[in-house]
């Protein structure tokens, strides 16, 4: 898929320390009151307020609030104080993982010379590796350094020596091991951080808002970074809760009832889309034909959406599901699809004839033709996707636009919209002490690729286009 038509435009990866230094230096700008080093210990949660309690460098804090919108992420915090219990039975995706951050990867196109050129600089886009045990990422930041994991299924962990689970650089070059070509471009890798392991890293609630307060995705559910879900997801709650406070009828200006109860149950279905999808791709990487169909259900679905919202904007479209949740055509289709595939597997890696694989490509190709304005599931592509804007015009009829209408639109596709100007209002919160950690921030990555220039700084973060 391409990643970035060019730089100024890039999908970006995003290491989070930075980015969220960013986000916190533009909230303080439009006057928010923001505390670092807070380490939350209680809530308590009363028909007309929310009282939280906790340490701040060592100092007891207790706040009062008339909202409480939980971003602690899988630690889960308001799982804990309000006893939310665990909705994770109900999920089908399993995987652990194996990672950390490493100096001196090697370029594929270095590793492997001659790979056919694709659509955009490979190397600098989020690579992904299909394996027998799962898969791996590698994300190169522009500064050199690569974010690089292993996702192993339950039959993958299983092929390891058990015994290595406790010691994360044991497995890690194991792995290697089995792949001469991964081996050798992280032949002289060195690891930033200690190599980690987490051998489950799903996690999922059975509730996700109620009465004065909220839970952010990834405090409600994650499946797995495979399609880079995570963010994506996580901005347009923001939204929705945004416009939940905007619109609230009452007097403190608190979401009203209906609309908590509207995200909640969005927020679940959309976590259920986002394992199916997933949960789909995983049984596909039996084959690589089978992989390569399953993703076109994701990428349909995305460019799509990404599509109708910049071509037909809209004030309440954060509500639209994502990944197609509420879509007539998208909704049921990883349902269906993992169905699909699972009869070809037998739920154990089997690969069936070329008949069946044959079949479920072509399926998809059909099953996505109504949203398909990527030009995608097209066998002359040979699984290499630019943008393709002919397909996009000659797709007008799909997003319910006229031939001429799209093209008068298409400088819409930039998201150029006018920076939000905080200049004249007072910032409420002291100025960051020097050398303080921001938000507790990981130096977490996002796949969403990024296509710099090899060698040239992106500017990834200076951009307000940059997402
Ligand atoms: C292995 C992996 C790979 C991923 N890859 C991608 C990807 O490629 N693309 C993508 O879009 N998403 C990806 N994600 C998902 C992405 O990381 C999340 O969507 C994102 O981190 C959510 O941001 P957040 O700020 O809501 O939560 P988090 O980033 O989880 O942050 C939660 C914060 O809350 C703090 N906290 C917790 N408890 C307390 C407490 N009691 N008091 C005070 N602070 C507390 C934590 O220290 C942490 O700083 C990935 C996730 C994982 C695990």
Redesign the pocket.
């Known amino acids: 898929m391409a990643a970035s038509p060019h730089d100024f435009l890039s999908d970006t990866h995003w290491l ?1 320390a930075d980015v969220d230094h960013h986000f916190v230096r533009q909230a303080v700008a439009a006057g928010v009151d923001y505390r670092d080093h ?4 209680a809530a308590e949660i009363s028909p007309d307020l929310v009282r939280l309690t ?1 340490k701040r460098d060592g100092e007891v804090i207790d706040l009062r609030a008339n909202f409480v919108i939980d ?5 889960g ?1 308001l799982a804990q104080q309000l006893s939310i219990a665990s909705g994770l039975e109900r999920t089908q995706t399993r995987s652990a ?1 194996v ?1 950390s951050h490493f100096d001196g990867v090697r370029l594929m196109d270095d590793v492997v010379p001659g790979l056919r050129e694709g659509p955009y600089p490979d190397d600098w886009a989020a690579v992904h590796h299909v394996i027998d045990e799962g898969w791996m990422y590698s994300l190169r930041f522009d500064h050199g350094v690569t974010s690089a ?1 292993f996702l192993l299924t339950p039959r993958g962990i299983a092929s390891l020596n058990s015994s290595m689970t406790g010691y994360p650089d044991q497995l890690w070059h194991a792995l290697l091991d089995r792949y001469p070509t991964l081996a050798d471009a992280f032949a002289v890798a060195t690891p930033m951080m200690p190599i980690g392991f987490r051998p489950l ?1 799903q996690h999922r609630l059975t509730r996700a808002a109620g009465d004065r307060w909220a839970l ?1 995705p ?2 409600y559910a ?1 499946v797995d ?1 495979l399609f ?5 997801w ?1 901005l347009r709650a923001v939204e929705r809760l945004a416009l939940a406070f905007e619109t609230a009828r009452n007097r403190h200006r608190v979401p009203d009832a209906d609309a908590l109860a509207r995200y909640d149950s969005q927020i679940g279905k959309e976590a259920d889309q986002i394992d199916l999808v997933v949960a789909g791709a995983y049984e596909a990487m039996a084959h690589f034909d089978l992989f390569a169909a399953q993703a076109m259900l994701y990428f349909a679905a995305v460019s799509f959406a990404e599509a109708s919202q910049r071509l037909k904007p809209s004030d309440d479209v954060a509500w639209n599901g994502f990944l197609g949740v509420g879509d007539s055509v998208l909704d049921p289709l990883p349902g269906e699809s993992l169905a699909r595939l699972r009869a070809i597997t037998k739920s154990r890696s089997e690969t069936g004839s070329s008949d069946d694989r044959q079949a479920f490509v072509d399926w998809i190709g059909r099953a996505i033709a109504p949203r398909n304005i990527a030009g995608l599931a097209d066998p002359a592509r040979g699984n290499l996707y630019p943008v393709d804007f002919d397909a996009l015009i000659e797709g007008h009829a799909l997003l319910a636009m006229t031939r001429d209408r799209l093209i008068e639109a298409l400088p819409s596709l930039r998201g150029m919209t006018r920076q939000p100007s905080f200049t004249g209002r007072q910032s409420r919160t002291l100025p960051r002490r020097p050398g303080s950690p921001i ?4 130096a ?5 690729a990024s296509t710099p220039k090899k060698g040239t700084d992106n500017g990834a973060g200076n951009s307000p286009e940059s997402t």
């Open positions: 989070r807070v380490e939350l210990s906790g971003a602690s992420g899988p630690a915090f993982l990672y994991g890293i952010m990834h405090a994650f970074p880079s879900t995570g963010i994506a996580s938000l507790n921030a990981r977490c990555e996002l796949d969403l």
